[in-house]
């Protein structure tokens, strides 16, 4: 017996009043809002990382980079419902046939070729993105550098895609949700709901995603987001994301030989953990927040960084190579640019609410700075080295 040949689908079969310009414009829009905004603050969050800022990235607010962040996932997470509806509404239109007037042709191809990019761009950018958030990396690129240079591909093509659409955009806007007026002639057979009964479908598919993972950023919504990849909980009431374990610390970092060095030029100075204890305790209320989303904060206790670079004589505005026992890893050692150094709240931190720092917090001790990614706060640091 003969398998039937597979049949392609043709625009004609797809009937739905459902599938309509009017609810892909309105999906889209608000798809292009959270892009919007999840483009805007990956910039914020990829510049607060370089080594090199221009312009120095601020130290204030304190929790400016816990809300940059905390957007960027929050809007990515309710992109994924949106992208979703917005792909299925526009499906029939991949079997249009081509024009066949050369210009009109051109004019099909360069247009479904910026759509592939930007679909392409926006399933890896948000795939990539959730994964991130779980710390699942089934790659072996770099996550950040690959993300950031794929989000300007995919912001150029929805750009290219708006100015293309954007007289049937603003139509179907402007029309009530009914109107047929951008509807596929072939779109005649009403859906098993209206068009504003999937609109509100879709904005509250998009309210139950950001609700059950937005508690890794809002302590708030902790006990109804059961998706969030952070609850709150860890030693001291604060997450961690690398254990002292995993980054095999532990024999160094609970050494009776352990030395803190401030070091500058010629100048080096070298402390035990109890002679870093006898000196001038500061405490901060300062939040610790990662790339992933997640953040927490933390009343943190220890030696202020400006200090221990007074005792070596380092001009303000000082950048310091901050260096920790990790034996391996790309944040073995960050840069501590000159604001961040001199800001009265950055810290060596020794002790995290009210107790010592636990050994998967840093022990015996770390950095804690105001505004600043947790994957630049380094744990486990054994020297300061000023570098200008």
């Known amino acids: 017996m003969k398998t039937p040949p597979v049949k392609i689908p043709e625009d004609s079969d797809f009937r739905s009043r459902l599938r309509s310009a009017a609810v892909t414009a309105r999906v889209g829009t608000w798809l292009g809002i959270c892009f919007g905004i999840c483009f805007a603050t990956g910039l914020i969050s990829h510049y607060s990382q370089n080594v090199s800022q221009p312009i120095p990235f601020p130290t204030s607010p304190s929790w400016g980079y816990r809300v940059t962040q905390g957007l960027h996932v929050i809007t990515g997470t309710a992109a994924v419902p949106l992208l979703l509806v917005k792909l299925w509404s ?7 046939r081509p024009p066949r007037d050369v210009r009109k042709l051109l004019l099909e191809v ?15 950018q948000l795939a990539s993105g959730l994964a991130n958030s779980a710390q699942w990396y089934p790659w072996s690129f770099s996550f950040r550098s690959t993300h950031y240079a794929i989000a300007w591909i995919t912001i150029g093509a929805l750009v290219v895609h708006i100015a293309v659409k954007l007289p049937i955009i603003r139509g179907a806007l402007t029309s009530d949700v009914e109107d047929t007026t951008y509807d596929r002639p072939s779109a005649t057979e009403p859906g098993p709901i209206s068009r504003r009964g999937l609109l509100r479908t879709t904005w509250l598919a998009a309210g139950v995603a950001v609700l059950v993972t937005a ?3 809002v302590p708030l919504l902790r006990k ?19 254990s002292a374990a ?15 060095t401030v070091a500058y030029g ?14 001038e305790q500061t405490t901060e209320t300062l939040p610790i927040a990662c790339v992933e989303g997640w953040s927490a904060s933390g009343d943190w206790t220890g030696v202020r960084v400006r200090t221990l670079l007074d005792l070596v004589d380092a ?8 260096l920790s026992l990790q034996e391996s890893g790309p944040y073995k050692h960050t840069v501590l640019q000159g604001n961040f150094a001199d800001d009265d709240r950055t810290l060596l931190a020794l002790a ?37």
């Open 90 to 96: 526009v499906y029939p239109r991949l079997f249009i």
């Open 110 to 124: 360069l247009e479904r070729g910026s759509i592939a990019v930007l679909v392409a761009g926006a399933i890896f």
């Open 215 to 217: 508690g890794s950023t």
């Open 224 to 242: 109804v987001s059961v998706l969030g990849v952070r609850s709150g909980d860890g030693p001291q009431d604060v997450p961690i994301n690398k």
């Open 246 to 260: 995993a980054a095999k610390v532990a024999p160094a970092a609970t050494s009776a030989a352990y030395r803190f």
């Open 266 to 279: 010629e100048q080096e100075v070298s402390m035990t953990r109890d002679e870093l204890l006898a000196m």
């Open 315 to 322: 001009p303000k505005g000082s950048e310091v190579q901050v």
């Open 352 to 388: 995290l609410n009210g107790e010592p720092l636990a050994l998967d917090h840093g022990y015996p001790a770390r950095l804690i700075a105001p505004n600043r990614p947790g994957v630049l706060q380094t744990k486990w640091v054994a020297r300061l080295e000023v570098t200008t």
